[in-house]
């Protein structure tokens, strides 16, 4: 590491040769909020600096053409595009995603920490970060028929393994605020770590008492003045626009100079035929910008923003010392990814083609996990025992 370390300091110095110089791009700083003109040196996957370099094994002259951050999920379930990991990856990638925070508490739901285990280790080989949020509730709640149970010694040695940044998103927040011990057992288990949050609604003295347990996000807000007051309270906001959810339009006034810094885009969940039809994050950038947000600052939530919340080192920016994942842009408006950089290396090139393909699993995969007794459709009938029935109400759009 040495060795590499000084032959980098040696490339940023101009004294050696870079393995590549991406030359007469237009670079998006995220730091300053600025577009810069000029060429970027990577050697060993990490980028060695911006500015007027030319020496490099390989040169590729990006013609004006956008360089950003690799963009970065904030907090999604995988397993909601229905793709098993390798083709989730084909599919967000070419899309310029190339790190993803995720909540795998479906698969674990169904066949426990196996689940886990299996994407994680299949991501190891893909051209993708992936951080994994430990799942707070599995079951999501005492009433489901669960095929696992993640309790707090499972939560335990998960928070241990390599690539668990936190706790995924604390769903039973009446646990939270009314102090239920098992909640709180878990979320002590966490502590020096990130705890996501889900508090749709919440508000008052409840939502006081549920971030004083250390839960500093939130996705869950559908109105600019339930995510207002959650910004207030200290949370972050992660802007959700997937499948199901949209909330951009409403939250996106929350969006200022003074606030920017507290708030990332996210999808949740996201469908195979979404991802196929509109993209990922890219998707939600594009949406951001056409709705009026600044392009640089839709980068920033896209990006940085993301990366300084979850601590991801060496993620978010192109700078001297951080990770070659860049992403070349047609332009700021139409947001088209061109190719895409993974620590140095092109995985994706011509407008969208991925150059990888998953590599084949050794270990045991999880199957017949999914059993359904027979019934009828009479068996879906629901009788009314009074005159109201409480009902999921469905949201304009």
């Known amino acids: 590491m040495s060795f590499k370390l000084a032959e980098l300091i040696s490339v940023a110095r101009g004294d050696s040769p870079a393995d590549l110089v991406l030359t007469n791009a237009r670079v998006v700083n995220v730091f300053t909020g600025e577009v810069e003109t000029g060429n970027v040196a990577v050697y060993g996957g990490r ?28 907090h999604t379930h995988i397993e909601s595009s229905m793709l098993d990991i390798g083709q989730y990856a084909r599919a967000v990638v070419p899309r310029g995603t190339l790190a993803v925070v995720t909540d795998l508490h479906e698969i674990s739901n169904v066949c426990g920490l196996d689940g886990i285990r299996y994407i994680l280790s299949s991501a190891r080989r893909l051209p993708m970060e992936l951080f994994l949020m430990a799942p707070s509730c599995v079951p999501a709640t005492h009433l489901e028929t669960s095929g696992a149970c993640v309790g707090a010694e499972e939560l335990r040695r998960v928070l241990g393994w390599r690539g668990v940044i936190g706790l995924g998103e604390m769903m039973n927040f009446p646990g939270v605020i009314f102090g239920d011990d098992g909640v709180l057992d878990k979320i002590n288990l966490a502590r020096g770590k990130i705890v996501d949050g889900h508090a749709p609604g919440v508000s008052g003295r409840e939502l006081t008492a549920y971030i004083s347990a250390g839960i500093y996000s939130d996705h869950e807000s559908v109105s ?35 606030t920017y810094k507290r708030c990332l885009f996210v999808v949740d969940d996201r469908s195979c035929a979404d991802l196929l039809r509109d993209g990922d994050i890219d998707a939600v950038v594009r949406k951001a910008i056409a709705l009026g947000l ?25 700078a001297p010392g951080y990770n070659a994942s860049l992403i070349v ?39 017949h996990t999914v059993n359904i007794k027979p019934f009828s459709v009479y068996d879906l009938k629901l009788s009314a025992k009074g005159e109201t029935m409480p009902v999921i109400e469905v949201g304009p759009g």
């Open 224 to 258: 600019l003045e339930e995510a207002k007051e959650k910004l207030r309270q200290g949370m972050y906001v992660l802007i959700r626009e997937g499948s199901s959810e949209k909330n951009m339009e409403a939250l996106l006034p929350l969006v200022t100079d003074k």
């Open 47 to 74: 980028i060695a600096g911006v500015g007027d370099y030319h020496k490099a094994k390989k040169v590729i002259n990006l013609d004006g053409k956008y360089l950003a951050p690799g963009l970065i999920n904030g």
């Open 294 to 318: 600044e392009p640089v600052r839709a980068v920033q939530l896209a990006t940085i923003n993301a990366a300084e919340y979850f601590g991801l080192k060496r993620l978010g920016a192109i």
């Open 329 to 367: 842009i047609d332009n700021l408006k139409d947001f088209n990814i061109e190719m895409a950089f993974y620590n140095g290396r092109l995985v994706v090139e011509k407008k969208g083609k991925a150059l990888f393909q998953p590599a084949e699993y050794k270990g045991k995969k999880p199957a």
